[in-house]
Each structure stands twice: as C-alpha cells, then as structure tokens.
C-alpha cells in the first residue's frame, strides 16, 4: 500500500502552511478594517509589498443600447453612440458622497437618444442602502437627472425608480461566512497559454448563460494580469466593499444590467502589487469563498495562463464543477492547453468542452479561410473524448465590445459569435445534469480512536491506514529531496503515536491530514483507498 502511495500523494511544506494560514486569518481583516463612508464600508487596500510601475488612466467604460447597434450603421457610427452614452455614464460618476452607481449595481437599462437629445435609465436602490435611505429614492432620482442634464448633448431626463434588490438570506448564528454555500455550480475556463481569448470566452459564456434564464457570476482569478475591468467597463481600482447585509463577506460589483456579478482584483485599491505564489494562491481563493455571491446557478471563474499555484490552490479551496479549455489553431497552443487538460485530469475536475478560438474568417466573397490551420480542437476531441468542441471565427467586433466593455452575446444577438456562445452554454448546461446523474459516492476519511486507524470509505470501498506508515509515506520536498528522490524524512524523525489534528477536503481529488508534529500533508482519495 506504500508504495501505492509514493508515487500518488502531495504535500504542503510547512512553510507555505504557515504563511496561508496568516494570510486567511489576517488579510480580510486587514481589508476590512477601515472606517466605512456614510454609504457603505470601503475595503481598505491590501497591505503587500509591491514595486509600482506607471499605469495607464482607466479607459471610460460604456453602456451601450442593444437597440442603437441593432438598428444597423457604420461601425464609427456605433463608437459616437457609445462615445455619447458614456458621457453620461461619466457624468453621473461625478456625484459627491456616491460610489460608482454602475459598479454597485444601482444603475440599470441606459439608453441614449443623440439625436433626439434624450436619455433614460433606471435606478435600483439597494435595501436599506443607496436609494432607499441614504440617499432616499426621490433624492438620488434628482441628484441623477440634475447630473445627467449636464452633458452638452442632453435635453430631456427619464429615470425609473425600480424596487430595491431583495435582501439575501442571513447566516446562521455560529456559521462561518462562506460566500459559495448557495452557488450550484463552479466552472473554470482554462487555456494554460496566454493570449488565446480566455477572458473574452468567459465572458460571453456568462452572458449567454445569464441569456438562458441562470444567475451568473464571474470571478477573475487573474491577479497579475486581471482583465475583468476592461471586459465589464468599470474602471479598475475604485476599490471593494464590505457587503451591508454580511459584513464579514466582499460585495460584489456588477455589469451595467445587474445581470452578472463581478469579483477581481483589478477592482481592489493598490491592485499593482508584486506577490509570491503561497500569497497569490491564497488571495484567489479568498476572493472567490468570501465574496457575497448569493444564490448562483453558475460561478464562472476565468483561470490565469499555466499549471501553477493558482490553479491547485483553487482546485483545493473549492470543489469545481467542471472545466471549459480554451485553445487556437497553432500547436504550441495545443501544447500548453494538454497540460491544463492532464492538471484537470489528476485534480479530478471533468473538462466538458473545449473551444477553438481565432479559427478562421470570411471574405467579403463568402470563402472560408484558416489561416492558422485547423484540426486543434478535433484532436484534443479525439485524444480525450470531450462531450462538445466549438470554433470561434476572427471577428473583429468580438475584440471591439470587449474593449469597450460590453460582451459580443450580448449587444448581436443574430451573429455567429453570439449564437455559439448560447450553444455553449447549453452544452456546458446539459453535461453537467449528465455529471450530477453520474456522480460516483463521496469518499470519507476519518480517524477511527478505537483502532487508532485512518478509514478511507467510498461506497464499498474500504481501506484502514496506520497514522504512522501514512506519516512516513509523505514525498513532499521537506520529507523528500525533489531532485534526487532521497529520503530526508527518517524513521526516528516520527513518533510511533503520531495522528491526525484535522483531516479536511482538498477539492474533488483529495484531503490534507493535518498531524500532530505540526506537519501536514495532502493525499488523493485514490491513493488512500488503494
């Protein structure tokens, strides 16, 4: 059985132990612990060592009406109308004593008339916040047309006071806050290469999810290169909030519809900052277990490039549902997205669909070309059997809308594009139905006191472990040497009633016993039930 276990098992180094667990206890608090605004509680910025580069001024996001781009027109036609919305959008970021009336979800349904000199949008105050007492309703309602009627083009102001945003379920006294109790699913869109439209996929994913009739929720994991900001139009860095219903956890931000909700560290005050991986790892997965999420069908969570310690952090935080890879014609891109596949594969997380991105184009002619190839996404199909496999054309307004911050599926319901994302998300929707259906039984892990025994149950499946041989196996760098495989953990190191002080779930794939020497040690489920 050892042996079994030798080649099988992971571990946390004693030293990454201690620095997350610093982090997990300290850095909420760190982030909440500033006086809050009459409004709302500012998070206060994280406290890490960081070296800071020059940044370019946030570009001015947009809200741009369905209505203007359907009625046809010159693409620089459709940028003066988005150019003209966003007037507005700047003008009400100018109120005094109120955050961002996009950001927080206030501000719903804009449309603008240029050439009739009109514009409406709605306001939804938030329960027992902005728009129901502070300000009222009638008074932000004001505050908002008097605002909006500065933009020189503007002449007339229609604003809808909509009910407030229903209250989310309290917690139980004593529960610890947990911002993913009430989300169903959990997806992550992977490439492992950067540059291949992951962020773009992910987006338009959860648009057209959130079109299925789903609530949908994006959260970035991205915290060196975070692109949530530009795809969403809300400027980078305007800092997050405590949640006024659930202190303990992060309020979310939201798209200009109040559609999907947002969560990234491109939003957090002193987001430039330069960490280690131990610290990365732990942030993600603190952004993603304490954000104020509510009730979710689905959380799509848009992984950064590689195979590294964001990833299996995640992967250990949370229990995700599946995977969707994003990958391009050219090899080196199949490369890399085969790595992010084989990850998954160990991290038990299925990978239901893979999408070629930048496949080909059309002429003017009609002719189809592929000018990187193709065949990428057929082969990584018939190598590991995906349920769904889609390819997405080069279209320049897919990269447009991106960087003006509205997602393609959402703003040409009658494109290729829009109508391959609402595919996807009905694939991505059926197979997991399939996933629950076939669910194989869950794997406990327990210490038996009686017959000091570690018990590794799954449906049939039984198998007793002594704490000891199960200490001794551990191949982690400080146990064993990396390069040369050379044991460093030796027989006196461990003492012969050495036991577990904790045995918790990693994931889908494994638990980390922690022992009373003051080590611990990640092991999968198969290798304990072998």
């Known amino acids: 059985m050892l042996r079994s276990l030798v080649g099988s098992e992971m571990c946390i180094r004693d030293s990454q132990r201690r620095v997350r667990g610093a982090i997990g206890e300290t850095m909420l608090s760190r982030v909440l612990s500033v006086r809050p605004p009459s409004h709302a509680r500012l998070i206060h910025r994280l406290r890490v ?156 994913l959860a648009t057209a999810l959130s079109q299925l009739g789903h609530s949908v929720g994006i959260l970035d994991a991205d915290i ?114 085969v790595k992010g596949v084989e990850m998954f594969q160990k991290l038990k997380v299925p990978t239901v669909a893979v999408v070629e991105n930048m496949a080909h184009f059309d002429c003017e002619h009609g002719t189809r070309y592929y000018p990187f190839g193709r065949g990428s996404s057929d082969a990584l199909v018939a190598q590991y059997g995906f349920p769904y496999s889609c390819t997405l054309p080069i279209e320049p307004l897919l990269s447009l809308y991106s960087d003006i911050g509205r997602p393609m599926a959402a703003q040409d319901d009658n494109s290729e594009v829009a109508q391959t994302f609402r595919d996807l998300g009905s694939a991505l929707r059926s197979e997991l139905e399939v996933l629950a259906e076939a669910r194989a039984p869950e794997t406990r892990v327990e210490m038996c006191s009686e017959r000091f025994k570690i018990v590794a149950e799954r449906g049939d499946q039984v198998n007793e472990i002594s704490p000891y041989k199960l200490r001794m196996a551990c191949k982690c760098a400080a146990c064993v040497d990396e390069f040369t495989g050379q044991q460093r953990l030796q027989p006196e190191d461990v003492t012969s009633d050495v036991a577990p002080t904790s045995i918790e779930p990693k994931g889908n794939y494994a638990v980390e016993i922690g022992w009373t020497d003051g080590h611990s040690s990640i092991f999968p489920y198969e290798a304990l039930l072998k």
Request: hydrophobic letters at 40%; proline letters at 8%.
């Open 49 to 204: 060592p960081s070296s800071r580069t020059p940044t370019r001024p946030p570009s001015t996001p947009s809200v741009l009406s369905a209505r203007c781009l359907s009625t046809g027109g010159t693409r620089a036609s459709k940028l003066a109308m988005v150019r003209a919305e966003n007037q507005v959008i700047q003008s009400l970021r100018e109120l005094q004593g109120l955050p961002d009336l996009l950001a927080v979800g206030v501000l719903k349904n804009l449309v603008a008339d240029v050439d009739a000199g009109r514009v409406s949008f709605g306001l939804q105050p938030i329960a027992g916040g902005i728009g129901d007492v502070s300000p009222d309703g009638a008074t932000l309602r004001q505050l908002c047309e008097d605002k909006a009627a500065e933009v020189p083009w503007v002449k007339s102001v229609e604003v809808q006071l909509m009910r407030p945003a229903p209250a989310s379920k309290g917690m139980q006294a004593g529960s610890k806050p947990n911002g993913l109790a009430d989300v169903k699913h959990i997806v992550a869109v992977s490439s492992c290469k950067g540059g291949v439209g992951k962020s773009t996929v992910s987006m338009n």
């Open 224 to 337: 060196y290169g975070p692109s949530l900001p530009t795809m969403t139009g809300i400027t980078p860095g305007r800092g997050l909030y405590a949640d006024e219903r659930v202190p303990e956890l992060i309020s979310p931000l939201h798209t200009h519809d109040g559609k999907l909700k947002l969560m990234s560290y491109g939003f957090a005050k002193d987001s430039a900052a330069v960490m280690r991986g131990p610290m990365v790892g732990s942030l993600v997965a603190q952004l993603a277990t304490q954000t104020a999420w509510g009730a979710l069908d689905y959380l799509i969570v848009d992984l950064p490039p590689g195979t590294g310690d964001i990833q299996l952090s995640l992967c250990q935080s949370i229990s995700l549902s599946a995977s969707v890879v994003v990958t391009t014609p050219q090899q080196i891109s199949l490369i890399d997205v």
